[in-house]
Nanobody, 122 residues
Framework: QVQLVESGGGLVQAGGSLRLSCAAS????????MGWFRQVPGKEREFLAR????????DYADSVRGRFTTSRDNAKNTVYLQMNSLKPEDTAVYYC???????????????WGQGTQVTVSS
């Protein structure tokens, strides 16, 4: 049974930082591309970042490039999202995803975490 468990969300002031973690189990973590998405109520889920199985390649959405950094520790089956210079518009539920691949002009994933709330106050 695949499980992706996010942690590290919370309330932060604009300009602040948060680090999300996602612990994975029930899958071959070290061979899968992992990623991060977010969703605001009433809007579609938005791709944020993807990291290759080795960590050697990362991709970012324009909206977060230069502010967010994803990394992974294959020995701990964990992927991270470091978020700096947070803005109120970053407020959303953040989801970890596994087996992230290109789907047409978008990114999609086979497995999803339950999400963690990030709220950025102005």
């Amino acid at each position: 049974q695949v499980q992706l468990v996010e942690s590290g969300g919370g309330l932060v002031q604009a300009g602040g930082s948060l680090r999300l973690s996602c612990a994975a189990s029930g899958l071959t973590f070290s061979s899968m591309a992992m990623g991060w998405f977010r969703q605001v109520p009433g809007k579609e889920r938005e791709f944020l970042a993807r990291i290759s199985w080795s960590g050697g390649r990362t991709d970012y959405a324009d909206s977060v490039r230069g502010r967010f950094t994803t990394s992974r520790d294959n020995a701990k089956n964990t992927v991270y999202l470091q978020m700096n210079s947070l803005k109120p518009e970053d407020t959303a539920v953040y989801y970890c995803a596994a087996q992230v691949v290109i789907c047409g002009s978008n990114w999609c994933a086979d497995y999803w975490g339950q999400g963690t709330q990030v709220t950025v106050s102005s």
